[in-house]
């Protein structure tokens, strides 16, 4: 592990560390519940940022695939097995320590999954899923590739948009919180300071898997199919297998944070899935920069913060389309990189051709 990696998380630890004291001694500790969600939405973007920066290509489904954890999570651990407690499966289940009894809001014992492996099962499943559609899927190429991720992220919208099971509209409520230590657990309820450290915490570990898998002969693969495919091809580099590889991994990490912030919200509804969340996050890596996972996680934080509070208003769908186009313009690399002479000569009438003489 290198050295200077271990500074750059260090650093990013320390900054959390003085958000947290900052908001507490400016009585604003109230913030630390939006800082919280947007680390969990920022957790999507880095993945997308890994397979759109690094690996080159793009997808527009990836709300689907946070969608896709969350609703896994909420339905394994807010469906009641007490009806089927004496079937084969459920009392082995319950033996081996995989079922949890708990008080709901009403009063009532229900016995479900323990958050854990309804976590663990959520995430093999978004894996499984990402796999399965990116074996054929990541064949295509450019505005054919976004095409076929955005109908998979419509498919699992209109599923979840119309199937009573997981809510219809109203999505999911009533999910219980996941613990993680001894009194400390992911979930409205909990201490709103120890949550921000766990989400902080998520982030950063996160953050250091993926840039020493950026800085390892898999990073330089990955490096290689971004900028020319059929080279790194023809150089012996198996470029199907990073490229799935690399979508089923950044599909893995949406679903865990689908997973974590249903359980931090308590609840989870169709919106989670819309395609415009999708366009969001794909957005936000085209601010951060396409390759620049420290970049994507500043502006994640920043505009998911931004949106959370609310400054954005009705508008919030206008204002990330239109960060997407201007970012698209005028800093394709990022705004970290944006070219202040390029966007004015853009901006700048073209001179119309010289008349010929009569």
């Known amino acids: ?18 958000i947290q004291l900052a908001s507490v001694a400016g009585e604003k500790a109230f913030l630390l519940t939006q800082l919280t969600m947007s680390a969990y939405y920022t957790l999507v973007v880095l993945g997308l940022s890994l397979f759109m920066g690094y690996a080159g290509q793009i997808s527009l489904g990836h709300a689907a695939f946070f969608a896709v954890g969350g609703y896994t999570s909420a339905v394994m651990t807010t469906f009641d097995l007490g009806p089927f407690r004496s079937t084969a499966w459920v009392a082995a289940a319950g033996k081996v320590g995989l079922l949890a009894t708990r008080t709901d809001a009403f009063g009532s014992q229900v016995l479900a999954f323990h958050p854990w492996p309804a976590m663990a099962c959520a995430v093999l499943l978004t894996a499984a899923i990402a796999f399965a559609v990116g074996v054929p899927v990541l064949k295509l190429k450019g505005h054919y590739l976004a095409m076929a991720t955005l109908g998979l992220g419509t498919i699992v919208y209109s599923v979840a948009l119309g199937t009573a099971t997981l809510g219809a509209a109203d999505g999911i409520s009533g999910v219980p919180p996941l613990p993680v230590l001894p009194g400390i657990a992911v979930g409205g309820n909990g201490s709103r300071i120890a949550n921000y450290y766990v989400a902080g915490t998520v982030l950063a570990v996160s953050m250091l898997l993926l840039l020493n898998l950026v800085h390892s002969r898999v990073g330089r693969a990955l490096r290689a199919i971004h900028g020319a495919e059929d080279a790194a091809s023809a150089m012996g580099v198996d470029t199907a297998h990073y490229k799935v590889r690399t979508f089923v991994l950044s599909a893995a990490m949406a679903g865990l944070a689908g997973v974590l912030l249903t ?43 931004l949106s959370l509070r609310g400054y954005f208003g009705t508008l919030d769908d206008a204002v990330f389309g239109t960060i997407l186009v ?21 901006l700048r009438p073209t001179r119309g051709a010289p008349a010929e003489p009569g």
């Open 326 to 346: 201007v970012v698209m313009l005028f800093a394709p690399q990022g705004i970290l990189a944006i070219d202040l002479r390029r966007a004015l000569r853009f």
């Open 263 to 305: 359980h931090y919200n308590g609840s989870i509804g169709p919106s989670e899935a819309s395609i415009m969340k999708s366009v969001k996050y794909v957005a936000i890596v085209a601010v951060g920069g396409m390759g620049s996972l420290w970049g994507t996680l500043a502006a994640s934080m920043v505009l998911n913060f």
């Open 1 to 18: 592990m290198r050295p200077a990696l271990l500074r750059q998380v260090a650093a990013f630890v320390a900054t959390v560390v003085v």
